[in-house]
């Protein structure tokens, strides 16, 4: 299912690739500080995920010096 696709069911959008290259983290180091698989942080990347456990974004937050609004927005209804 392409990407656009999927933001449009659930109307959130991720901002992992933007937030990891303003801090020149790679997602393997990223996998690494947070303990969840290259694969699923992948998915969450690409707009794919259906949902994230709180522990989850919790540690991407605190790996990204982030808050999770600004890892994740609800984009405008079309």
Do not use: W, Y
């Not at 999927?6 to 690739?17: K, M, N, S």
């Not at 694969?39 to 994230?52: C, E, F, G, H, T």
Request: hydrophobic residues 45%.
């Amino acid at each position: 299912m392409p990407v656009d696709q999927d933001v449009d069911a659930h109307g959130v959008h991720c901002r992992l690739d933007e937030l990891l290259a303003d801090r020149g983290i790679t997602l393997t180091r990223l996998s690494e500080l947070v303990g969840v698989s290259v694969v699923n942080l992948s998915v969450l990347k690409n707009d794919r995920a259906k949902a994230i456990r709180f522990s989850t974004l919790t540690a991407i937050c605190r790996a990204l010096d982030c808050t999770v609004g600004d890892l994740l927005e609800v984009t405008p209804a079309r």
